[in-house]
C-alpha cells in the first residue's frame, strides 16, 4: 500500500511533567492538551510516607527534581512542568520559585509549577478572595492557605477532606459537595486543590452552579505550561480558558453532561 500521500508524522511538540511517584490522573492531563502538543510524564521515586507536609518536603527536593528533569532532556520538551500542588507551595513563594530555577538548570527549558501556575491564574482572571477545596489533612490545607497569603490572597472559605491516599478515587460528588460548602462567604473564585483529585469534568459544571470562575491544580498546570509554547489548553466552557466563559459563566444548554454530581 503506498502510503506516501499521508505526508507525518507531524512534527511533535512536548510538554515534560514530572509528577509524584502516587501520580493516577496521567489522563486528565492529556484532555487539556491540543492535538499537536504531546506529554512526557516521569515520576519522582517512591517513599513510603503518604500524604502530609513530610512528603511535600520529599517529592520536591531538588536533587529529586533535577534527576527526574534529567531523564526527559533526551526528548527535548519545550517546557517542563511540576504537578503537584502541595510539594510547590511547601517552601512559600521563594520555596516555587527556587524549585522552577532548579529544573530550569536540569533541563535548560523553562518550568512551571503547580502552585507558581495557580498564582498566575489568579492574577489573570483578577483574584483576591478565594474560595478553596482539598482532599488533604488541615495541616496541608493550611500551609496552602499560608502560601496563598503570602501572595496577597484572602481565603474566604474551604473544605477539606483529611486524606492521606488514594485521593485519585475520589468521585465527582464529593468534589462538587465540598465546593458547596467552600463558597458560602463571598469569594472571586472557587480553587480546587492536588493534581490528584479529579476535576476536569466538574469544572464547567460548577462555573455554571456557582457562577464565578473555578479552577483546578491540574488545569492551571497545563494552562501555565501551554503559556510558554504559544498556545492554549482544550477545555470545554471554562473561564480560565475561554475569556467568554468569564464575563458569564453559564454552561451551554448543549454541553451540560447528565450524572455528572
Known sequence: MDVSFLG????????????PFDFALDRELWRWMPDEISLHLTRTPYVPVEVSLDLARLVSEHETLGDAVRTLNAIAPEVVAYACTSGSFVGGVAGERAMCEAMTRAGAVPSVTTSGALLDALNELGVRRLALVTPYTVS?????????AEAGITVTGRAFMGLTR?????PYRDVVDMARRAVRAPADALFISCTNLPTYDVIPQLEAELRMPVISANQVTMW?????LGT???GPYQALLDESARRSPVLPEEEQQEGWT
Not at 8 to 19: D, E, I, K, L
Not at 140 to 148: D, F
Open 224 to 228: 501555565a505550561a501551554l503559556r510558554h
Open 232 to 234: 492554549r489548553a482544550v
Open 166 to 170: 488514594h485521593i485519585w478515587k475520589v
Open 8 to 19: 507525518g508524522p507531524r512534527s511533535q511538540r512536548g510538554v515534560g511533567v514530572v509528577a
Open 140 to 148: 496541608v490545607t493550611l500551609a496552602l492557605e499560608e502560601y496563598l
